[in-house]
T-cell receptor, first 111, second 114 residues
Framework: QKEVEQNSGPLSVPEGAIASLNCTYS??????FFWYRQYSGKSPELIMS????GDKEDGRFTAQLNKASQYVSLLIRDSQPSDSATYLC???????????FGPGTRLSVLP | KAGVTQTPRYLIKTRGQQVTLSCSPI?????VSWYQQTPGQGLQFLFE???????NKGNFPGRFSGRQFSNSRSEMNVSTLELGDSALYLC?????????????FGSGTRLTVV
């Protein structure tokens, strides 16, 4: 079983809709969870972090974490064409360890 | 505040050669991690350096090595290049590498092995 899994997509949503991106991880002791956005030809950029169960909101972005289900998600409200990118889930599997990235979900927001 | 600087941006090398890539982290950041990104494998962890010491290492052959200097700048070296080493190599800077700080990535070095 892969350590961090994401649907590869592409996930297509119309402009103004909510985009829902999902990530599952294998290790129950994982401490921290991050979402990165990567535009084509660019390097990943950090958009959200979450450490505790529940929701964390930042502007149009909401990260949701459920450690019991080993599941983390990213919701993008009022999706814009500029949100079209690959979204990478990163999980720190244990204290002092490196981050493991999922394969990424490609999101396409259609005008 | 300057970001993470990686040099060079592009490299073309021949099989069997070696290559050295450089990364200057954000000022004050002491942790530097290196990742290889390919379309098929995604982001794969190479190693992390913290205060000049290798703290974590991924599952790459010994041809891949790195080091960190006292000013936190880091280099990675790949010897005896293979075609499969063609990839985007990303350096990631973090304050202390703890699980509570995310990474800031550099622009990457695109390595092509021919």
């Amino acid at each position: 079983q892969k350590e961090v899994e994401q649907n590869s997509g592409p996930l297509s949503v119309p402009e103004g809709a909510i985009a829902s991106l999902n990530c599952t991880y294998s290790d129950r002791v994982s401490q921290s969870f991050f979402w990165y956005r990567q535009y084509s030809g660019k390097s990943p950029e950090l958009i959200m972090s979450i450490y505790s169960n529940g929701d964390k909101e930042d502007g149009r972005f909401t990260a949701q974490l459920n450690k019991a289900s080993q599941y983390v998600s990213l919701l993008i409200r009022d999706s814009q064409p500029s949100d079209s990118a690959t979204y990478l889930c990163a999980v720190n599997l244990a204290y002092g360890q490196n981050f493991v990235f999922g394969p990424g979900t490609r999101l396409s927001v259609l005008p | 505040k300057a970001g993470v600087t990686q040099t060079p941006r592009y490299l073309i090398k021949t099989r069997g050669q070696q290559v050295t890539l450089s990364c200057s982290p954000i000022s004050g950041h002491r942790s530097v991690s290196w990742y290889q990104q390919t379309p098929g494998q995604g982001l794969q962890f190479l190693f992390e350096y913290f205060s000049e010491t290798q703290r974590n290492k991924g599952n790459f052959p010994g041809r891949f090595s790195g080091r960190q200097f006292s000013n936190s700048r880091s280099e990675m070296n790949v010897s005896t290049l293979e075609l499969g080493d063609s990839a985007l190599y990303l350096c990631a800077s973090s304050l202390d590498g703890s699980e509570y700080y995310g990474y800031t990535f550099g622009s990457g070095t695109r390595l092509t092995v021919v």
